[in-house]
């Protein structure tokens, strides 16, 4: 991990981000961080969290960016989904699953 992912997680914790989550998205399975937030690549001109959960809701509004002061962007799949996606948009499942950070739950891998 580089000092500057290091200290973004550290930061997502202090905010109690997953405990945030967990209360407002029932049944969450998995929650991943991806995205340059991620990756140690953020600075003042892209600093937008992006995560992503599995979670048996269609969609949720959790106000993320007010709670947080960030520019904040939630992807939520059911499991079916996310399996979906990772036959159509193989790119974005793979960036998932290589660059992200299981913040909660287990990497989404789909057999």
């Not at 799949?77 to 499942?93: G, I, M, P």
Request: net charge negative.
């Amino acid at each position: 991990l580089h000092l500057k992912t290091a200290y973004n997680l550290a930061w997502l914790e202090e905010n109690n981000l997953l405990e945030y989550i967990e209360e407002r998205l029932p049944g969450l399975s998995t929650l991943v961080l991806y995205g340059s937030f991620a990756k140690g690549e953020n600075d003042e001109s892209s600093d937008n969290i992006d995560l992503l959960a599995i979670a048996p809701v269609k969609r949720a509004d959790l106000h993320l960016t007010d709670y947080l002061g960030k520019e904040t962007s939630l992807v939520i799949f059911s499991t079916s989904k996310w399996k979906e996606q990772a036959k159509n948009n193989r790119a974005f499942y793979i960036d998932v699953l290589t660059e992200g950070i299981v913040l909660f739950g287990t990497r989404p891998v789909v057999d």
